[in-house]
């Protein structure tokens, strides 16, 4: 909807969709340091968990209040509707679908791992709660602050070539700033961890909205890009936190969170070679 509005700066207005992602960490991060600080733990196990999500219930009269209001952008409204998009996306987008999910793998898996650092850092490397959520603090506000200047600049020097630069430095990087907060966890190590991991991500999810959207045509856009969206956040996303406490336990690792970032990191630089290749896209 937002590149159909603004197609002259796709990835500017775009980028506000995963900017917005980092206010919601912000206030979440922000409800977890405020609760863990001012709740014993039998207040905050009894009752006080429920706390943010009572505010997340406004979300429903604002997201109605937006459907009902606003208009349909002249690319959509002049497209061929199609009856069963579905249909047609799988009988001629496939390949968008695929490398969509693939471009997704790492951004996603990037922010269910910051989700999962207060956890990592309380259980595994001794920190308090509040360092840990005051740390993710850092990184949502980085997320929120920078992303739309780098919507900005994927429309200048192209989102592909942005993406798999900011993709190539995290595969390098990611390992050693493990290395280094599992050797040295301190509060300054992890909020320098989450920094890096946090500008790095800015880098990669900018401009991705905008390239999401132009793997497909407008008659089947919305289909392609939920469904591309949701099948990487569920598969890649969702599971992190599940799949790095899971190769923590089995290997006895502190680092293999790093290990799990690395595989998406490099699945994420393949489609964006093959986006290159096949949509001509830079």
């Known amino acids: ?28 991060a922000g409800f977890g340091l405020l609760l863990t600080t001012t709740l014993t733990t039998d207040q905050l196990e009894g009752w006080g968990w429920r706390v943010p999500f009572i505010f997340g219930l406004l979300i429903g009269p604002i997201g109605l209040y937006i459907r009902r209001h606003i208009e349909e952008a002249g690319e959509f409204s002049q497209s061929k509707e199609e009856k069963i998009p579905l249909v047609e996306l799988f009988a001629s987008n496939k390949l968008g679908i695929l490398l969509n999910i693939g471009a997704m793998v790492l951004s996603t898996s990037v922010t269910y791992s910051i989700i999962f650092m207060p956890t990592y850092a309380t259980k595994y490397l001794g920190l308090s709660n509040s360092i840990g959520y005051g740390g993710t603090l850092i990184s949502y506000t980085i997320l929120m602050v920078l992303t739309p200047f780098v919507g900005i600049l994927s429309d200048r020097i192209g989102r592909t070539r942005l993406m798999m630069a900011a993709g ?97 990191s490099f699945i994420s630089l393949m489609s964006l070679m093959a986006i290159r290749k096949y949509f001509t896209i830079r």
Do not use: C
Request: glycine share 8%.
């Open 1 to 28: 909807m937002l590149v159909e509005h603004y197609p002259e700066r796709k990835g500017f207005i775009s980028s506000f969709m995963f900017a917005s992602q980092g206010l919601s960490g912000l206030l979440g």
């Open 168 to 264: 190539l430095l995290f595969f390098i990087s990611v390992f050693p700033v493990f290395f280094l907060l599992s050797h040295h966890p301190t509060l300054i190590m992890l909020a320098s961890v989450l920094f890096w991991l946090s500008i790095l991500k800015s880098l990669y999810f900018g401009g991705l909205p905008a390239l999401m959207s132009e793997l497909f045509p407008t008659r089947v856009r919305a289909t392609g890009m939920s469904l591309s969206y949701n099948i990487s956040t569920t598969i890649f996303g969702s599971f992190t936190p599940f799949l790095l406490v899971w190769t923590i336990s089995a290997t006895g690792d502190e680092l293999a969170p790093s290990y799990y970032l690395l595989f998406t």
